[in-house]
């Protein structure tokens, strides 16, 4: 929902550091595998309740995540970097809710629901994608891209801000979940009905 605003603003300074990075040698891939790392550490500190640095491993995992495509647009996109960049977020996005049931299993039925709810808006995200490609489709609402992207009430920014929202207040923990799972449902929905408008009729297809 603010990704497509928010672009305006994180670009511009993301493309001086992914010049600077890619002058000095440093590929997409090495930021992506970076980025990686610190979610894994995030979700290392999360399982044992150290949230104020899950937070700030979360946010160095992002930045990469960032800078990674700034390095991309500099040195050339590639699909092996849209493919890992792609996995390796959602990786990182359900692994930290699954890191915070480890710590607090008292709130494992509500980081169900929320990991479930991520599989809905994730697959749906994917499946258009897939269908929008062979049919041609494109938009750069959310910035260049590897992939074709569709819009929705629950996207990169708004899931980055929910899993901080974890990390600084812990014991919102079903609060936060039970509301975003519903956000991430109703974006599953509108994105399945987007599919169904799309889709339900012959397109370019051989």
């Keep these: ?31 992506t595998w970076l980025g990686f790392a610190f979610g894994l550490a995030a979700m290392a500190a999360l399982a044992v309740r150290f949230d104020g640095l899950a937070a700030v491993l979360l946010l160095l995992n992002r930045l990469c995540d960032g800078l990674d495509g700034a390095v991309a647009r500099v040195r050339g996109p590639t699909d092996l970097g849209g493919f890992l960049d792609i996995v390796l ?7 930290l809710v699954l890191a915070f ?15 479930f709810s991520f599989v ?11 269908f929008a490609e062979k049919r041609k489709l494109s938009s750069d609402a959310q910035g260049r891209k590897s992939m074709v992207y569709v819009a929705g009430l629950a996207e990169g920014g708004e899931t980055i801000l929910v899993l901080l929202l974890i990390c600084c207040f812990p014991s919102l923990f079903p609060y ?3 509301g975003f799972a519903a956000l991430c449902g109703l974006t599953t929905v509108g994105r399945i009905a987007e599919g169904i408008r799309r889709f339900g009729t012959p397109g370019s297809d051989p």
């Design 89 to 95: 977020d959602f990786l990182v996005y359900s692994g």
């Design 1 to 31: 929902m603010f990704d497509g605003r928010l672009r305006p603003l994180i670009d511009p300074p993301l493309a001086i550091a992914g010049t600077w990075l890619a002058g000095r040698g440093i590929t997409a891939n090495q930021m």
């Design 120 to 130: 809905g808006s994730g697959t749906s995200f994917l499946a258009f994608s897939v």
């Design 176 to 178: 936060i979940a039970y």
């Design 101 to 115: 049931a480890l710590g607090r299993p008292e709130h494992a039925l509500a980081a169900a629901v929320l990991i």
